[in-house]
């Protein structure tokens, strides 16, 4: 009769613990990392009659849960690459915004200060006409400006979330380290602590939207987690902390460094591979850093062009101009901290060469005390000296001190120039819009020559030289004595053929008659006065090509090109990662998620299963009863 009474009772508990678990998990159906729970349920071991074995009933082995570590793996993993790739992407929206055209963008106000100089061109006299150019001018100046404040602040709201990041991943890592101790000490009583797993495979899946990690189990059930493939983030019950700090070779940026006794790691975005964290560190070292390098570029070539140009024209009181924008000023290269010489690296824009600037930092590195290689950085190409001026992409490179073989400069000649853009005057008279050089025709002439066009190339310019006509197609110079020169109409005439860039240069039409002559020296004040010359020069500049091989009207529409073509890559890249990243969670939750109709069935059966065995021991009760009452008697 007890056997009878065992085998309800045991039934009894059995459905119980079955009707409990499915409770379980029918509450924790919408709970974020819950894998499902079954009871795994075993045969007693049945008792030897001499009429055979008579089963003994039901246990409760063990409480399993529905889980596929490749997949739960797999989803933390596309996770993180879909975190990098989103939290890129939406920095990556803010930089495009500060790059924003229309007329409230920074091509407009460039575009509207050279144009500008056509109202000058028409009354050079004009002082409203030349304030308008100021005025355009010192917007100009104030949309650098700006663009460059944007960029500062977009930095400093990384960092600030490099931060955060950095604590909620400290956080997370200290949770993991104190469940594995829990996992540990549970470990030893036979089981799977299944809530526990659970709860270590949440942190884990949120600690890769912040960092990539991997991970390695041990045989007492914790299980090591490793940022950057090999740096280890949890370790058993002990968690390494993560930090933020100044890139040594560029305070303003932020770099993610690990401390692992007395030694700091970096962990860089190539090592970290995925996470948020990630995606920010690739936004600022590559996307932010490009835009500062584009802006940079921008405003360097614009304001070394106009200011080059402006300095070859007269003022409206005839003095020579001056520099329109304050001179750009490109920091020192920052030395390595591994170097071990004295040496220094300053660079400056090479005027002449100024079209070749690149939107790029470079790296300089010492092959001994005198030589070293100029790398590009955008694209890691070595860049060779310009044959002519010896300047490397449009930078004139000065070394000082004592560098020794092996030491090494970060160059970033553009991130700190637009924030420093200003008008280097006020007043609209020492506008230099009047060409400081002067061409005569001689009163005799009988033939059709017209000045076509006549550009100053430097100043002062030199001293009155006669061209003297022998003929339709010859010349001689007072300059050059009996030396015979060929006319030929659109074609220019240089002051000095050997220097392009010295003097002036003439550019005559129509027909030469044996006789004619044409006299060119420096401009008088009346003359100055009255013709706008350097107007038309600087505004010939906005067809220069200034910014690989587009006009300086389009370099700004091509700074806005390179962004908006990254914008759209990283978003579909990251439209593309997301949606692996949900069919992975979706595969894992049709494994470890609960099915509330599958739940439903299952708890009817069970239902029944209870109440069966309650029936069970009911009827075992009343047997014995009706046995102890017929004995009793």
């Known amino acids: 009769m007890s056997n009878l009474l065992n085998v309800g009772a045991r039934a009894l508990l059995s459905n119980e613990v079955a009707l409990q678990t499915i409770g379980n998990n029918i509450a924790n159906s919408s709970t974020v990392g819950y894998s499902r729970q079954n009871v795994i349920l075993q045969t007693v071991e049945g008792q030897f009659t001499g009429g055979g074995y008579i089963g003994k009933g039901v246990d409760v082995l063990t409480i399993q849960r529905n889980h596929d570590e490749y997949l739960t793996r797999q989803a933390a993993l596309s996770k993180s690459v879909a975190a990098s790739d989103i939290s890129r992407a939406n920095k990556l929206l803010q930089l495009e915004d500060i790059f924003k055209g229309g007329t409230n963008g920074l091509g407009a106000a460039v575009t509207d200060m ?9 009354a ?26 944007q960029l500062a602040n977009l930095q400093t709201g990384l960092t600030t979330e490099l931060i955060n990041a950095a604590a909620a991943i400290n956080t997370i890592t200290t949770n993991l380290a104190a469940v594995n101790g829990q996992i540990q000490q549970a470990q030893g009583k036979g089981h799977a602590p299944n809530d526990l797993l659970d709860k270590r495979d949440n942190l884990i899946s949120q600690l890769n939207q912040y960092i990539q990690t991997t991970q390695l189990d041990a045989d007492d059930g914790t299980v090591t987690v490793f940022a950057a ?64 390098n584009l802006l940079g570029r921008i405003a360097t070539s614009i304001t070394t062009v106009v200011n080059a140009q402006h300095k070859l024209g007269l003022d409206l009181d005839g003095n020579p101009g001056g520099n329109l924008f304050s001179p750009v000023s490109m920091p020192n290269g920052a030395a390595a901290v591994s170097n071990t010489g004295s040496g220094s690296v300053g660079i400056s824009v090479d005027a002449p060469t100024v079209a070749k600037l690149q939107a790029s930092d470079y790296k300089i590195t010492f092959t001994s005390a005198v030589a070293f290689t100029v790398q590009r950085l955008s694209d890691n190409t070595v860049v060779n000296p310009d044959p002519v001026t010896g300047s490397y992409d449009g930078l004139a490179i000065a070394v000082g001190g004592a560098p020794a073989a092996g030491d090494s400069f970060l160059l970033q000649p553009f991130r700190a120039v637009a ?94 008659q044996n006789g004619d002559t044409l006299v060119l020296g420096p401009a008088n004040l009346a003359y100055a006065k009255l013709n706008a010359g350097n107007a038309d020069a600087l505004l010939d500049l906005r067809d220069l090509a200034l910014f690989d091989g587009a006009s300086l009207a389009d370099g700004y529409a091509a700074l806005m090109s390179q962004v908006g073509v990254k914008v759209q890559s990283v978003q579909y890249t990251a439209e ?28 009817l059966q069970y239902q029944q299963a209870y109440q069966a065995s309650a029936k069970m021991v009911q009827v075992a009760q009343t047997i014995f009863d009706s046995l102890m009452a017929s004995v009793g008697r």
Do not use: C, H
């Open 419 to 512: 924030n420093k853009i200003s008008t280097a005057f006020g007043s609209p008279r020492q506008l230099a819009v009047s060409s400081p050089v002067q061409a005569a025709m001689g009163i005799t002439n009988t033939g059709s020559l017209a000045v076509a066009n006549l550009a100053a190339k430097s100043v002062p310019i030199p001293a009155n030289i006669t061209l003297n006509f022998t003929g339709t197609n010859t010349y001689t110079r007072s300059d050059t004595g009996a030396t015979v020169y060929t006319y030929s109409p659109g074609t220019p005439i240089a002051f000095d053929p050997a220097n392009l860039a010295s003097g002036w240069s003439l550019t005559l039409s129509g027909a030469a």
């Open 576 to 603: 593309v990662s997301k949606s692996i990243a949900d069919n992975l969670e979706t595969s894992r939750t049709g494994v470890s998620g609960v099915n509330l109709d599958e739940e439903a069935a299952k708890l």
């Open 124 to 149: 050079p006299t004009d002082l409203t006409a030349r304030t308008v150019v100021l005025t355009r001018a010192d917007e100009a100046a104030a949309r650098f400006n700006d663009a460059a404040t």
């Open 229 to 292: 493939s090999s740096q280890p983030l949890v370790l058993g019950t002990k968690a390494t902390a993560l930090q933020v700090q100044p890139n040594p070779q560029d305070a303003s940026q932020s770099q993610i460094a690990m401390v692992l006794g007395s030694q700091t790691v970096v962990l860089s975005e190539s090592m970290l591979g995925g996470g948020s964290v990630t995606g920010l560190l690739k936004f600022q070292n590559e996307d932010l850093a490009q835009g500062a």
């Open 114 to 122: 050279m144009n500008a100089f056509s109202d000058v061109a028409s």
